[in-house]
């Protein structure tokens, strides 16, 4: 993989598929390795650890809308809204400039998001940005 994984990207990851109770957000599977599925994709720092900007998905239906991503913007749009979309591209064209200690924060971030979340299954997780 081109894009170095670091903890904010670990953590950020692991609350995303937590959030989906390990579902797939497409198809329904629920056995099976799920993938934290960018919308935009990780080059944005701007989106790449927003909740707005993620969805858990399982290997097959990943690769499915990494192939065909028209239909992956029809299932968003339908799945999220139309709003969510336009509020996500605003985000997406912000520019943001990361830096090691930033990283670290927004790891910790996702760490006790996901600590919540194991203490208390009605927690709602809160997007960093
Ligand atoms: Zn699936």
């Known amino acids: 993989m081109a894009i170095k994984r670091d903890s904010a ?17 497409h198809c329904g599977k629920v056995d ?26 399982c290997h097959y239906c990943h690769r ?8 992956f913007t029809k299932w968003l749009e339908r799945k999220l ?7 996500l591209r605003e985000k997406w064209q912000c520019l943001m ?7 670290l924060e927004i790891g910790k971030h996702y760490r006790e998001e996901h600590k919540k979340m194991e203490a208390d299954e009605c927690h709602k997780p809160i997007s960093y940005n």
């Open 9 to 25: 990207d670990k953590w950020f990851s692991d609350v995303v598929r937590k959030k989906a109770n390990h579902t797939c957000e």
């Open 32 to 57: 099976g390795r799920m993938e934290c599925a960018h919308i935009y994709g990780r080059a944005a720092k701007s989106v790449r650890w927003s909740l707005d900007n993620a969805v858990c998905l």
């Open 64 to 71: 499915k809308f990494t192939a065909n991503p028209l239909e």
């Open 81 to 87: 809204g139309v709003g969510h979309m336009d509020m």
């Open 97 to 103: 400039k990361t830096t090691k200690q930033l990283r």
